[in-house]
């Protein structure tokens, strides 16, 4: 159980696209997804939190226009790269929690984002 | 703030060797603290947790107490195998809150 999909798993393309991730729960519902960025060799970063329905809370230094949010229903959560660049290149991975408070977070398997 | 400090990797060891992952944390409060483990190319899984003083967590052969008096959650196993060969990252959420807060992740690499 708690399985998270997230796709694509790797992408490459040129300067200047946007780019559309998705983080899907399977097998619950999710009232939290969080979206994390992993650089070579180190650990996650997170980016922003998002709950169901409302808008995205991003941390600080992320910006919002760069890396657009939108958490339409309980199983899915879309992370779209706007204008991305090289500097965007990363690895990006969603994460899933189900209820609330102590439940666990449940990854996606990343997305291997590559701008050219 | 909260925070979580690792030890330093990589770490190489034979195949059947005992294993031992540090990790310290700072945190107000009661936290649940978390072992996650990447595989490469992959995302996170869920190793083990424990979300009170004292509680052990464990799974596949790893085990992690959580201790508060040290305020530490090393991470254990016996007899490591090749497959066991990943990064492992300890983390913390603290109570109440959602969000985690990770070490920087350790490299594990088990030799046959």
């Known amino acids: 159980g708690a399985v998270v999909s997230q796709h694509p798993s790797r992408v490459i393309c040129k300067s200047g696209t946007s780019v559309k991730i998705e983080c899907r729960s399977l097998d619950f519902q999710a009232t939290t997804m969080f979206w994390y960025r992993q650089f070579p060799k180190k650990s996650l970063m997170l980016m922003a939190t998002?709950?169901?329905?409302?808008?995205?809370?991003?941390e600080q230094g992320v910006e919002k226009d760069k890396f657009l949010i939108n958490h339409a229903s309980l199983t899915l959560s879309t992370l779209t790269v706007t204008s991305a660049h090289p500097e965007d290149s990363s690895f990006y991975i969603c994460s899933a929690q189900p209820g609330s408070g102590n439940q666990p977070q449940h990854f996606g398997d990343g997305t291997r984002l590559s701008i050219l | 703030g909260n925070s979580v400090t690792q030890m330093e990797g990589p770490v190489t060891l034979s195949e059947e060797a005992f294993l031992t992952i540090n990790c310290t944390y700072t945190a107000t409060g009661y936290p649940s603290l978390f072992w996650y483990v990447q595989y490469p190319g992959e995302g996170l899984q869920l190793l083990l947790k424990?979300?009170?003083?004292?509680d052990k967590g464990s799974n596949k052969g790893f085990e992690a107490t959580y201790r508060k008096e040290t305020t530490s959650f090393h991470l254990e196993k016996g007899s490591v195998q090749v497959s066991d060969s990943a990064v492992y990252f300890c983390a913390l959420s603290s109570q109440g809150a959602q969000k985690l807060v990770f070490g920087q992740g350790t490299r594990l690499t088990i030799n046959p």
């Open positions: 998002s709950n169901e329905g409302s808008k995205a809370t991003y």
């Open positions: 424990a979300t009170k003083a004292d």
